[in-house]
């Protein structure tokens, strides 16, 4: 269970208070992985941000006794001016491994992107980033509960997507996954129940086909 308490996310503009959430106050049962829809700039990744922690609400709280990961994907949680592998050396002193050049190899190994492995995330395109983002998790055992997935499946190169698809895969026996995609294929094809940001708020289905008729019914146009 992933708890949403008074949570509101909002940024100062010149016109005040800009609300990407607004007082939500929900349980997402997490018996099931859950494919997250909404327009552009609804908010699909501050929500991603804020469930992995990369991001904070400006008032109340996500609560879990879940593991949760950091956001994988186009958008991942990587410390800019760090290179790819400070960030993985960094992430793996964090969870307790002394050895962490095992893990910087197989995560250069997975993310294919050769000597510029060792240049600053910043500089890297955001598929690129999202190898990086995604090897770091599925170099080794962090036994998540929960993956963050922000359009992972959304990366060009055809032959990793397939490996990563693969690894998404052989995961799914003990991990859920809450994703974000603009593909209603892609999602149907990881998660079983949805979740639609409306009006500020989250709208829970417990069947990913009923959150896709939803979304259509009030975004896409016929």
Same mark, same amino acid.
């Given at each position: 269970?992933?708890? !949403? ?36 700039g609804a908010g699909k990744s501050t929500l991603i941000k804020i469930l992995g922690g990369a ?84 170099? !080794?055992? !962090? ?80």
């Open positions: 269970m992933i708890t !949403f308490k008074q949570l509101s996310k909002y940024y100062p503009t010149k016109q005040g208070r800009r609300h990407v959430f607004k007082d939500i106050n929900l349980s997402l049962p997490m018996d099931k992985s859950i494919g997250v829809l909404g327009p552009n991001d904070y609400p400006s008032r109340g709280k996500v609560v879990s006794p879940l593991k949760i990961s950091w956001p994988l994907g186009l958008r991942g949680g990587l410390q800019g001016s760090m290179s790819g592998r400070e960030n993985v050396r960094f992430v793996a002193r964090i969870h307790g491994f002394t050895n962490t050049k095992v893990v910087e190899e197989k995560v250069s190994q997975f993310a294919e992107i050769g000597i510029y492995f060792d240049e600053p995330v910043k500089t890297y395109s955001s598929g690129m980033r999202a190898r990086v983002a995604f090897g770091l998790t599925m170099a !080794f055992d !962090f036994d998540f509960d929960v993956l963050l997935v922000d359009e992972l499946t959304a990366v060009g190169d055809t032959n990793f997507k397939k490996k990563s698809e693969k690894v998404l895969k052989d995961k799914y026996e003990n991990t859920k996954v809450i994703m974000v995609n603009h593909s209603a294929n892609e999602l149907k094809k990881y998660c079983q129940a949805g979740l639609l940001i409306k009006d500020q708020n989250l709208h829970y289905f417990d069947e990913i086909d009923h959150a896709i008729q939803e979304y259509q019914s009030c975004y896409v146009t016929h």
